[in-house]
C-alpha cells in the first residue's frame, strides 16, 4: 500500500485545510508562547537565584492542577504538533538541489530544526524532570543521572544538571534549534492563515520574525548562560537561598510542603535552620 493510499494519509489530505491551521496554531500558542516564558524563566536566573526560584514558585502554584495545565497546554499539543510534523516531513518533498531559492533553504532548516528540537525535547525532558512522575521511574532515572531538577532547589539543581561540556553543548544548539523553528514558523504560519501573501508583505514580515527570533535568540542564550556560568562552588550558596525560601513560600501558602519537589535537607542544612 503507497504513502497516498493509506488510511493515515487519506484522513489528512481530506483534512488537509484544518489540520495544517491547526498544527501551526499550536506551534504558536501554546507552544510558542510556552518556550518564551520558560526562556524568559530561566534567564531571570542571571538576576539572582532568589528571582529564578520565585518564577518557579509562581509555576507551581497551581498544585494538584499543575499536570493538568502541563498535559492540556503543553504535552498534548507538543505530541500533537511533533507527530503531524514529522508526518508533513516524510511526507514533503524538498527540491533545494535543483532550485537554491531561499524559500526552499528556509523549508529545509525547518525540518532539520524541527527533528532537532524533537529529539532535544526528547532528552532534556528525561534529563531534567525524567518524562513521567511515578517514584519507580523517578529512582531509576535519577540512579542513571536524570531526572535531576527538582522545581523547590531550582537554581542549585538546574546548575548542578548543567556542569561539564556535553549537556551545555547539547542544549545550546537544542535551543537555537527551538528559536529557529518557531521564528521561521511564524513566517509560514502568516501564509498558511492567509495573513502575508503578496511579495512585499513577506519581505515585511522575513523582517519581522527574523528580529523576533534574533530577541529569543538573546533571551535564550542568556538562560543558557545563567545555568552553565556558576560552578559547582556557587551551589552551596544557592542551596542556602532554596532552603530560607522554601520554609517562607510555604508558611505563605504560596506552594504546598512537597518533599518530592525538593533535595533531601542535609544534616548541616538542618542544623543552620535550626541556628537561624
Not at 63 to 72: C, D, H, R, S, V
Request: charged content about 15%; hydrophobic content about 50%; aromatic content about 14%.
Amino acid at each position: 500500500m503507497s504513502a497516498s493510499t493509506t488510511p493515515l494519509a487519506t484522513f489528512f489530505f481530506r483534512h488537509e485545510f484544518a489540520i495544517r491551521r491547526i498544527h501551526s496554531l499550536l506551534g504558536i500558542v501554546p507552544l510558542g508562547l510556552y518556550m518564551v516564558v520558560h526562556l524568559s524563566t530561566n534567564a531571570s536566573l542571571l538576576n539572582a537565584p532568589e528571582t529564578f526560584q520565585r518564577a518557579v514558585y509562581m509555576i507551581h502554584s497551581p498544585g494538584k492542577l499543575l499536570p493538568l495545565i502541563e498535559w492540556a497546554f503543553i504535552f498534548a499539543p507538543l505530541i500533537f504538533h511533533a507527530v503531524l510534523g514529522v508526518w508533513i516531513a516524510k511526507t514533503g518533498k524538498i527540491n533545494l538541489n535543483q532550485y537554491q531559492f531561499t524559500s526552499n533553504k528556509r523549508y529545509t532548516w525547518q525540518r532539520w530544526t524541527g527533528f532537532i528540537a524533537l529529539v532535544y525535547l526528547f532528552f532534556h525532558i528525561l534529563h531534567l524532570h525524567g518524562w513521567f512522575h511515578a517514584e519507580f521511574w523517578i529512582d531509576a532515572a535519577r540512579g542513571m543521572g536524570f531526572a535531576s531538577f527538582r522545581p523547590y532547589n531550582a537554581p542549585s539543581t538546574l546548575v548542578g544538571a548543567m556542569q561539564g561540556w556535553v549537556w551545555p553543548a547539547f542544549y545550546l544548539v537544542g535551543m537555537l534549534a527551538c528559536v529557529y523553528h518557531l521564528a521561521n514558523g511564524l513566517w509560514t504560519a502568516g501564509i498558511t492563515w492567509g495573513l502575508w501573501i503578496s511579495p512585499a508583505a513577506q519581505a515585511r514580515a522575513t523582517k519581522l520574525c527574523a528580529a523576533l527570533g534574533i530577541l529569543l535568540a538573546v533571551v535564550g542564550v542568556s538562560a543558557w548562560w545563567a545555568a552553565v556560568s556558576p560552578g559547582e562552588e556557587n551551589i552551596a550558596e544557592m542551596r542556602a537561598v532554596e532552603d530560607r525560601m522554601y520554609r517562607a513560600a510555604v508558611d505563605a501558602g504560596m506552594v504546598a510542603e512537597d518533599p518530592e519537589k525538593r533535595l533531601p535537607v542535609d544534616s548541616v542544612s538542618a542544623e543552620a535552620s535550626l541556628s537561624d
